[in-house]
């Protein structure tokens, strides 16, 4: 680029600005005056008036490749530094320069990682324009070869070159350099003349001229080897004029995507199952040992400080000095649990082989019996399944289960967008991809993983194969040695070394040993607390099967003992379907009587204070809850009556709302009639226990086992099984069997619920006695009006007679019945005018 002007005496030298762009501020330096010509350049007389030019200087500075690249940021040179530079390093010294060379400024390129140099010369009219520029670029290529100016960042060399168009002063945040330049123009040029031109700035890769395109330019691709080269090209020969055609160059845009990534995009059923697998593997090969680990370490109690055999030993040596030590009593302090509890114990001495179930209605200290059997053991899970069957959705029943066994991460995010992927891929493919995870796949990997966390911790992982009878003599000779090393600690006898044995050999050796152990108090202990607590609900059916198989396979495998707790009596059948043709071992745990209870009381009750508490506590009964709720509201101020009515009531409300549903506030429907539970409420009013066969063939049920099932579940009473079917009839909390009477005592609500049995009771009977009638009336049918056989003959068979007097005896009886129910609803509407008459 060139641009004359003339200059007046005493002027100072100043540079015009870049055409078309605005420039950013300069640092310029006048000329006050005309400096004489190199002797080495011939000159003339006459001179051209003053000129100004421009040079672009290629490696100054690390070029910007993107928004993320730092590094122009981290070494980013001063303004007075560049201009320093330029004059004392780049270019020649002004003395050394022709034309009366002059520096005016610089210019820095920040993302094309050069500069400018702005200059003003003046000529001999014996040179052209063309050749003076020429000559002052040949200089300045010269000064750079002789001095070898390598950059330090890239170790590249400097080249300089003389600007021939207007650069195009850009700082568009989508720009950066490429090796690829777009040349547009307009005119006829041929690919040989602009190969020419562009050569110049370096190697040139390939010249690709673009399909012409109407009302559009010609336009070619030109690709550089080098970056570099590109930024020059583009900075010295943007607008500039080449035979006559005017030149555009810009840099080529880079298409954001390549040939892969266009191709993953094309075939999404390859793919997306291929990134799935991946994921998967990814996940199998870093999250799963984790998970394991995490596990593992909440099975073992890896991170429980409460565990470490030392701070226990100081705990008891400093804090249990100073405090009294409690009374270690039996889980919920009633002498009963005794055999409970050691039957418990004996079975997790031997091999696992079948589950244990402890069976018992709520509050009867199920859960606090076996966590005291299972306190001291080392390997233990207690699966909460109450908490479990409560939640609202299938992501938060996952995380309660995951946060209960320590399987981390989770990651339950994951599965609502695999579910979003999986139904985008299949709207726009009309394939499944597979990579949506239902709840029961989720939940047999948890239980999957938790199993290989088990085996991790089981000394019985290795004896898939062993029989029962085999590992039992492992057990018994693992004891027997630990007894014997415990003789000898106590006795102070050291184990005998073998001959030629050192020391540290004996101590690898008694390790070896007890790596084969097999020892019963290392075995895991899997309790599932709460099973079938709920059997209704999206999830409970789908929970409870896969708990009872995923149990089943570590009792086949002789990996852990399995402990299920549960109220319903129910339970045993998915469990007998996920281990068939084995015996559980079963403990039924019963309230307990009043000696028991008393004593339970007194515990944490001063005798001398209350002597007297055998009717509240017979009146409360054996559950242990109830006992609980007693002893704590007398602490809390209230008398033992007092306590023993605030309970009774709470238990007559319990029934009423339970049994009857009066406010039906939830839309449930009961699977028994009001008057059904009526019944079996006036029965075990008056008794302990009601046979339950007399109640199953009562009218009101009509041989029905379905409403008995339904009372149970609800907790109303309790089914007795002996020989392995229902026995008898129980209250469902010792309180209601107190309870159910002082519903009795309510005149109005007893009187009401007769009216209504015996309405019922009534319409039962007429409906028979209709039965009855219309038979008689249809054998009627079969005599004469003389009274002769139908068929012939003078006299009426023995057997239709028989019929007949069968039918009338049965129509007596029904009518009895009537009457007799209709005496009892009339003197229950007595007893309901009465009381109106009252108010």
Not at 159 to 169: D, E, I, N, Q, W
Not at 224 to 249: D, F, Q
Not at 337 to 342: A, F, G, I, K, L
Request: hydrophobic residues 40%; glycine residues 6%.
């Amino acid at each position: 680029m060139t641009t004359t002007a003339t200059r007046p005496a005493g002027q100072s030298l100043t540079m015009a600005p870049l055409r078309a762009q605005p420039v950013p501020r300069l640092r310029t330096q006048a000329v006050t005056k005309r400096r004489t010509y190199s002797t080495e350049t011939p000159i003339e007389a006459e001179e051209e008036p003053l000129k100004y030019g421009l040079l672009y200087f290629d490696n100054a500075y690390p070029l910007k490749m993107g928004w993320w690249d730092v590094r122009y940021s981290l070494m980013r040179p001063g303004w007075k530094s560049l201009e320093r530079k330029a004059k004392n390093e780049l270019v020649p010294p002004e003395n050394a320069m022709p034309f009366h060379f002059k520096i005016g400024g610089i210019e820095p390129r920040l993302k094309d990682g050069g500069m400018f140099v702005h200059f003003s010369y003046v000529h001999p009219k014996s040179y052209t324009t063309r050749e003076a520029l020429k000559e002052i670029e040949s200089r300045c290529e010269q000064h750079l070869i002789s001095h070898d100016h390598y950059m330090w960042f890239n170790f590249q060399k400097v080249r300089a070159f003389m600007v021939k168009g207007t650069p195009f002063l850009e700082d568009m945040a989508s720009r950066y350099p490429n090796s690829k330049i777009r040349v547009e123009y307009t005119g006829n040029a041929s690919v040989e003349s602009l190969y020419n031109t562009f050569r110049k700035y370096g190697r040139i890769v390939d010249v690709v001229q673009v399909p012409l395109v109407k009302d559009m330019p010609r336009q070619v691709i030109v690709q550089y080897s080098v970056m570099r080269a590109a930024t020059s090209a583009k900075n010295c020969l943007h607008s500039a004029e080449i035979e006559g055609v005017r030149l555009s160059v810009t840099y080529e845009r880079t298409l954001q995507g390549n040939v892969i990534w266009t191709w993953l995009q094309n075939h999404p059923r390859i793919t997306v199952p291929l990134g799935g697998m991946l994921i998967a593997g990814m996940s199998f090969a870093v999250f799963d040992p984790m998970r394991v680990f995490s596990m593992n370490a909440k099975i073992t109690q890896l991170f429980n400080v409460n565990e470490y055999p030392i701070l226990r030993w100081l705990r008891k040596e400093t804090i249990g000095r100073l405090t009294r030590t409690p009374i270690d009593v039996q889980s919920g302090g009633l002498r009963e649990r005794e055999n409970d509890e050691e039957l418990l114990r004996n079975w997790l001495r031997v091999p696992p082989e079948t589950f244990a179930i402890v069976l018992g209605p709520r509050g009867s200290g199920k859960t606090e019996m076996v966590e005291y059997v299972i306190k001291e053991k080392k390997h233990k899970v207690v699966i909460k399944c109450e908490e479990l069957a409560n939640a609202r959705s299938e992501g938060e029943l996952l995380s309660n289960l995951a946060r209960q066994i320590g399987y981390i991460p989770l990651f339950q995010f994951m599965a609502t967008i695999n579910n979003m992927m999986d139904v985008a891929i299949t709207a726009t493919t009309g394939q499944k991809a597979g990579l949506s995870a239902t709840f029961e796949g989720q939940l047999k990997k948890i239980l999957d993983t938790l199993t290989a966390a088990i085996q991790q911790a089981s000394p019985t992982r290795d004896m898939t194969n062993t029989s029962p009878d085999a590992i039992m003599k492992k057990i018994e000779m693992t004891v027997e040695e630990k007894l014997r090393r415990a003789e000898q600690a106590l006795t102070g006898e050291c184990e005998p070394i073998l001959r030629g044995e050192s020391k540290r050999k004996s101590r690898k050796r008694r390790e070896a040993e007890e790596s084969k152990w097999c020892d019963p108090d290392d075995i895991p202990i899997i309790v599932i607390d709460g099973y079938m607590t709920r059997d209704k609900g999206p999830l409970a059916k789908e929970l409870w099967t896969h708990l009872a198989d995923w149990a089943a396979v570590l009792v086949e495998n002789h990996v852990a003992h399995v402990v299920f707790i549960t109220n319903n009596v129910a339970a045993s059948k998915p469990l007998a379907k996920a281990l068939p043709n084995m015996t559980f071992e079963t403990l039924v745990l019963a309230d307990a009587p009043l000696e028991s209870s008393l004593e339970y009381v007194y515990k944490h009750l001063d005798r001398e204070e209350y002597p007297d508490l055998i009717e509240p506590v017979q009146t409360i009964g054996g559950r242990l809850t109830d006992l609980e709720l007693f002893v704590q509201k007398i602490k809390g101020g209230l008398t033992s009556d007092e306590a023993m009515h605030d309970i009774l009531t709470r238990a007559v409300v319990e029934v009423r709302k339970n049994a009857y549903d009066f406010d039906n506030s939830d839309g449930r429907t009961l699977s028994w009639t009001p008057i059904q539970f009526w019944t079996v409420m006036k029965a075990l009013a008056n008794t302990d226990a009601v046979s339950f066969d007399e109640l199953k063939i009562h009218s009101l049920f009509k041989n029905d086992e379905a409403p008995f099932s339904a009372m149970e579940q609800a907790e109303l009473i309790s089914i007795v099984h002996k020989n392995g079917r229902p026995f008898a009839l129980r209250p469902g909390k010792p309180i209601y069997r107190s309870a159910f009477q002082e519903i009795l005592l309510d005149t109005g609500f007893s009187s009401v619920m007769d009216l209504e049995s015996a309405n019922y009771l009534e319409k039962e009977e007429m409906a028979k006695v209709a039965k009855y009638e219309a038979e008689l009336r249809d054998l009627s049918n079969l005599l004469h009006t003389d009274g002769s056989w139908y068929f012939g003959g003078g006299r009426v068979p023995k057997e239709v007679d028989t019929r007949v007097k069968w039918l009338m005896k049965k129509l007596a009886e029904s009518h009895a019945k009537v009457e007799k129910y209709e005496q009892q609803a009339n003197e229950a509407k007595k007893a309901i005018a009465n009381l109106s008459q009252a108010f």
